[in-house]
Structure formats: structure tokens, C-alpha cells
């Protein structure tokens, strides 16, 4: 009997040890350096298929506004339809994309999650492009260019009021504040006019053409669309850098003032806890000090950068504090803290928008949108050291967001 199974087992058995070795191969494989660095390619792919869907969506955008006027104020259903389920695409596809950038490359399915989030985003550009197609087929035929161009005119001298008369803010400005300071306002508002200019520009020449069915006006009046979006794009940047600016100027002496107090805490605190623990808060303290006494003169004309500086101080002391505070002395310093830390996180978010808006990679957009996340968290949060904590993630990630978009400009082909 034994001799009649024998020949089975052993047949069996040795095509279980081979599967099990072929399963150890296959992970020891997917494992390999080799297959992270096809899997980190593959997130790459995701992520510039993200950032081509997030462009369509903008263009979709231009061509939605442009057609404002050949359907009364009402968006086209076909392409809005279209442009509706692609940001939904592309909303959950960057949220998806975070998860896979914090992952480490070694996870066996994120090549195979990166690849299934590229097909997605790509087939979402495909629809949308489609919709965009047929949708400017039926402008081409129907649009009322006489009412397209009233329209524009009337937004650009909109505009054009609203930024006011040209170097009057970039005036006061310098006569109040740091070059480096004031190029948060003055960049974007020069970057506002130059769109303004090339907007009317288009709109020039889609005058001249409208008498002419040979022409491209329909062209023209998309370059005026896209480049008056521009304009408004960065004169609400302008704008909030510019106020930023006269507050984070008023708020200065007080988070000066508020920081030395927390300095003095401290430094009380050393009484209070073993030799060695003290020897670092006295560090600590006499760094913070140094670095307060470095920012004070510049408050009056590096405000935001001031603000910034001492949130930064901040997070120092409160590392070197950690555990030796009460749970009140936390939640005090947190108070005080997280005024200034907000202001910090909306300056810094401004000016990452301004470099994302640039151009820049699905990284740059998904930090952004991570601060922005962040933000909205501490405003909307009930307990202030859960707030203040929140207030941090959004410095650090709009800090990231910047350098990413501005690496990627400087290492762009």
C-alpha cells in the first residue's frame, strides 16, 4: 500500500516545495531594487497623468468662461458634465497619489495601485478632451462673437479698476518695507498687468476679425479668456500678500513681545526639573534669545519674515520644554503660539500657490493641497493644541510644495 502512495507524495510534494519556492522568488523579486525603482516609476507616470488631468480641467475651465455669453451665464452641459466627473477623477486620484508617495517603494502593490491610478487619469484626460472637442465644434458654429468680445471687454476694464492706477501700492510699499517683503505684492501685481496687457492684446486682434469668417477669432478669444484668468489669478494673490503684509506689520512687536515672554517660562522652568534637563532648556533659551534678538530689528520691515522666524523659535522651545511643561503650561504656550503660526501658514501657502500656479509637478500639487487641508483643520479645530499641531503640518507642507515647484522649474526640460 505505502509503496503505491509513496510514488505520489513524493510527486506531490515536490510540486508544493516548488511552488513555495516559485511564491519566495516572486516576492524576493518584487523586492529587488530593480522592482522599487519600476515601482517609483510608476508613481511617477501616475502623478504626471494627474498633472495633465489638472491642466485639461484648467482649459476646460477657460473654455466654460468663454462660452458664458453664448449661453446666457449658463455652462454647457456636455462639457460641464465632463469637467464635473474629471475633478472628481483628479481630486480622489491626488488623495490616492498621497497615499502612494508615503508608502516605501518596497510595497509589493504599488506598482500595480500607481498603474491602475495612471489609467484612470488618463481616461479621464481622454473624456474631457472629447467632451472639449465637440463642445468647441459647436462654438465654432454657433458662438456669438459680438457678445463674446462685450463681455471680455467689460471684464478687463473690470480688472484693470480693480488693480487701481499702476505703482501706487508698489510705492508704499517701498517706502515702508524690504525689497524681499514687498516682491510678495509687487511680483504678482507686475505678473497681473502683463496678463492684463496680453488679454487685451488677443482681444485686439479678435476685433479686427470679426468681420472676417475666414479668421480664427474663436482663437483669439480663448488667448483673451485664458490670459485674463491669469491676471485675476494673480491679483487675488496680489491682494492677499498685500494685506498679509500690513497685518503681519501690526501683529509683529506683539509676537515679539509674546516670545520673549514664553522665553522667561522657560527659563523659570529649569527649577523645576533634574540638572541635566536643565542644562538643555538653558541652552535652548539662550538660543531662542539670540535668535529673537536677531528678528526684532527687522520687524518694522520684514514683518512676515519676522512672523515666520518666531514661529519657528517657537517650535524649538516647545521641543526643548517637552514633557517638563504642565499640561496648563501647554496649552498656554499653544495659545499663544498659534496666532502667529496661522499667520505663518496663510503667508506661506500664498506664496505656494503662486509657484504651483507656475507650473509643477503632482508632488508641488499634492503638498499644496495638504497644507491647504491642514489649515482648514486648525481653523476648524475645537482643542488649541490640536490646532496649533495642525498649524505646523500646513507650514511644513506649503514649505514643501514651494521647493518642490521651484526645483521642478529649475530642472525643467
Keep these: 500500500m505505502w509503496e503505491a502512495i509513496y510514488p ?16 519566495w522568488i516572486v516576492r524576493r523579486v518584487r523586492r529587488r531594487p530593480s ?38 451665464g449658463r455652462e454647457p452641459a456636455l ?7 474629471a475633478v472628481q477623477v483628479r ?28 489609467t484612470e487619469a488618463e481616461s479621464a484626460v481622454a473624456e474631457l478632451e472629447a467632451a472639449r472637442e465637440q463642445h468647441a465644434a459647436w462654438l465654432r458654429r454657433n458662438a456669438d462673437a459680438p457678445r463674446q468680445i462685450t463681455a471680455l471687454r467689460r471684464r478687463i476694464t473690470e480688472v484693470t479698476e480693480q488693480l487701481g492706477e499702476p505703482g501706487v501700492r508698489e510705492r508704499e510699499l ?12 509687487t511680483e504678482p501685481l507686475g505678473a497681473a498687468r502683463r496678463h492684463l496687457e496680453a488679454a487685451e492684446q488677443a482681444l485686439l486682434a479678435a476685433e479686427e476679425m470679426r468681420t472676417d469668417p475666414t479668421q480664427p477669432i474663436l482663437e483669439r478669444l480663448t488667448d483673451a479668456e485664458r490670459a485674463l484668468r491669469d491676471a485675476e489669478r494673480a491679483m487675488q494673490s496680489a491682494d492677499q500678500a498685500y494685506e498679509q503684509t500690513r497685518a503681519a506689520a501690526n501683529a509683529a512687536p506683539a ?13 523659570a522652568l529649569q527649577r523645576e526639573v533634574p540638572p541635566v534637563a536643565a542644562a538643555r532648556l538653558g541652552e535652548a533659551a539662550e538660543a531662542a534669545t539670540a535668535a529673537v534678538d536677531a528678528l526684532e530689528p527687522r520687524a518694522a520691515t520684514e514683518p512676515s519674515a519676522v512672523i515666520a522666524g518666531v514661529t519657528r523659535v517657537r517650535d524649538r522651545l516647545d521641543l526643548a520644554a517637552g514633557d517638563a511643561r504642565t499640561a496648563r503650561a501647554r496649552l498656554d504656550g499653544a495659545k499663544n503660539a498659534l496666532p502667529g503660526t ?24 499634492i503638498r499644496l493641497a495638504s497644507a491647504r487641508d491642514e489649515l482648514a483643520r486648525a481653523r476648524n479645530a475645537d482643542d488649541v493644541v490640536a490646532a496649533l499641531d495642525a498649524a505646523r ?21
Excluded: C, W
Aim: aromatic content about 4%.
Design 35 to 72: 522592482a522599487a525603482v519600476a515601482a517609483e516609476a510608476a508613481r511617477e507616470d501616475a502623478g504626471g497623468a494627474l498633472v495633465r488631468l489638472d491642466d485639461a480641467i484648467a482649459e476646460a475651465d477657460i473654455e466654460l468662461g468663454l462660452a458664458g455669453a453664448v449661453y446666457g
Design 91 to 118: 481630486d480622489d486620484g491626488f488623495a490616492r497619489h498621497r497615499e502612494l508617495s508615503d508608502a516605501p517603494p518596497a510595497v509589493p502593490t504599488l506598482r500595480q495601485r500607481s498603474e491602475r491610478l495612471r
Design 393 to 413: 503640518r500646513a507650514v511644513r507642507h506649503a514649505e514643501d510644495a514651494d521647493a518642490l515647484a521651484a526645483f521642478g522649474r529649475a530642472h525643467r526640460i
Design 8 to 23: 505520489s507524495l513524493i510527486i506531490f510534494g515536490g510540486t508544493a516545495v516548488a511552488i513555495t519556492a516559485l511564491t
Design 342 to 365: 496661522l499667520a505663518t501658514a496663510r503667508m506661506l501657502i500664498g506664496r505656494a500657490e503662486q509657484a504651483v500656479a507656475a507650473g509643477s509637478s503632482a508632488e508641488a500639487r
Design 79 to 85: 462639457l460641464a458634465r465632463a469637467r464635473l466627473r
Design 255 to 267: 509676537e515679539i513681545a509674546s516670545v520673549r515672554a514664553e522665553i522667561r517660562r522657560v527659563v
Design 174 to 185: 517701498a517706502e515702508r518695507f524690504a525689497q524681499d517683503e514687498a516682491k510678495n505684492t
